[in-house]
C-alpha cells in the first residue's frame, strides 16, 4: 500500500506550486508506513524511507533553484546618518524624516555644549514602487529646501537571478533662500541652485566636487546597530578649507519608529552642505550631537 501511494504522488513531474500539498501527503504516507512497519515487518525497509527522502530533497532544491530570492532590510531606514543607504519606501507609505544638530561641543559650558542651539531637516519622503521613491525637506540651515528620488538600478539576490550588489542613483536638487550676504551686489537665481548625483559623486558650484562615500552598520541586536558613515573629497576636486565629514551613530528601531543617535563633524543635512562645505573637524573638537527619527505611514494600500 505505501509503495503505491508514493507512485501516485510521483514527485518528478510535480509542480511548483503543489510542492506543500506533496510533503503534507508525504507526511502522512511516512505515518501509515511506520505504524504498518510495525505490524508487517516486510512492508518498507529503510533503503526504500531513504530514497523518498533524497527524492523530496532533490525536489526542494529544484525548486529553490528556480525562485530569485532579493535581499531586504540591509540598513534600518533610507538614511544612514546624513547620507543616503540603499534601502527605499515601500509603495503606498510616506516616512516622515526629523533631523536635528546641535552645535559643536566644543562651544563650552555656556552653550551647554552645544545643546543651546540646533538646526534641524523636515523631510517626507514616498514610496511609489518597490524600487522608486521620492523625498521632500527644508533645513534651517541656510534655508535650504531639497528635493531628490532614488532609484535602484541593481538589486542583491540569489537564486535563479543571481546579483552581488544593489546599486541606487540618487539625484539631488537644492536650494539656498537665505538673503544675500551683500543684497547690493548682483546675484543670480541659478547662484541658489545646486545639484547633486550620488553613485556616489557630489556637484557643487564653483567647482566640480567629486567624492566617495562609504558606510556600513554592525548589529548588535535585532533592533540596534552601530553605524559609520564617511565621506572622501579626492584630491584636486577639493574645495580650500573644506573637510570630510566623518560620523558614527547607533540605530533603534521601534516599531514603525527609528531613532538616530550619532556623532558628527558636519553641521548639514543636505548633500551640498555634508559633501563640499563641511568645515567641521574632528581633531579640532568640532564634533555634533544629533538625532534623526525616522515614522512611517502606510497612505495607500498595495494593489493586489
Not at 505490524?39 to 530569485?68: G, H, M, P, R, Y
Amino acid at each position: 500500500m505505501f509503495l503505491s501511494v508514493v507512485n501516485t504522488i510521483h514527485l518528478k513531474e510535480a509542480k511548483p506550486g503543489d510542492m506543500r500539498k506533496n510533503i503534507f501527503i508525504l507526511m502522512i504516507v511516512v505515518s501509515i508506513a511506520h505504524a504498518t512497519r510495525a505490524q508487517d515487518t516486510t512492508s518498507l525497509s529503510k533503503k526504500d524511507s531513504t530514497d523518498i527522502t533524497q527524492l523530496l530533497a532533490q525536489q526542494l532544491n529544484t525548486e529553490q533553484k528556480d525562485k530569485t530570492e532579493y535581499v531586504y532590510a540591509t540598513f534600518k531606514t533610507t538614511r544612514l546618518v546624513s547620507g543616503h543607504s540603499v534601502e527605499t519606501t515601500k509603495p503606498g507609505v510616506m516616512d516622515l524624516k526629523v533631523s536635528h544638530r546641535f552645535n559643536p561641543l566644543n562651544s563650552g559650558a555656556y552653550n551647554f555644549f552645544g545643546l543651546d542651539n540646533a538646526t534641524m531637516r523636515l523631510g517626507f519622503d514616498f514610496g511609489i514602487t518597490n524600487t522608486l521613491m521620492v523625498g521632500v525637506g527644508r533645513s534651517t540651515f541656510e534655508k535650504t529646501f531639497d528635493a531628490f528620488f532614488k532609484v535602484k538600478i541593481l538589486m542583491q539576490s540569489t537564486g535563479k537571478h543571481r546579483m552581488p550588489v544593489t546599486l541606487d542613483y540618487v539625484p539631488t536638487v537644492a536650494l539656498k533662500t537665505e538673503k544675500w550676504a551683500d543684497p547690493n551686489q548682483k546675484h543670480y537665481f541659478t547662484s541658489r541652485m545646486f545639484y547633486t548625483h550620488q553613485l556616489i559623486i557630489g556637484i557643487s558650484d564653483p567647482n566640480d566636487i567629486i567624492a566617495i562615500g562609504i558606510g556600513g552598520r554592525q548589529k548588535i541586536t535585532k533592533r540596534t546597530s552601530f553605524n559609520v558613515e564617511y565621506y572622501y573629497q579626492l584630491p584636486g576636486y577639493k574645495l580650500p578649507g573644506s573637510t570630510n565629514a566623518l560620523s558614527v551613530g547607533f540605530d533603534i528601531e521601534t516599531g514603525g519608529h527609528v531613532f538616530q543617535l550619532h556623532l558628527t563633524n558636519s553641521r548639514g543635512m543636505t548633500e551640498r552642505q555634508f559633501i563640499s562645505e563641511n568645515t567641521g573637524s574632528w581633531g579640532n573638537g568640532d564634533i555634533l550631537f544629533g538625532f534623526n527619527i525616522s515614522r512611517v505611514f502606510t497612505i495607500s494600500k498595495k494593489k493586489r
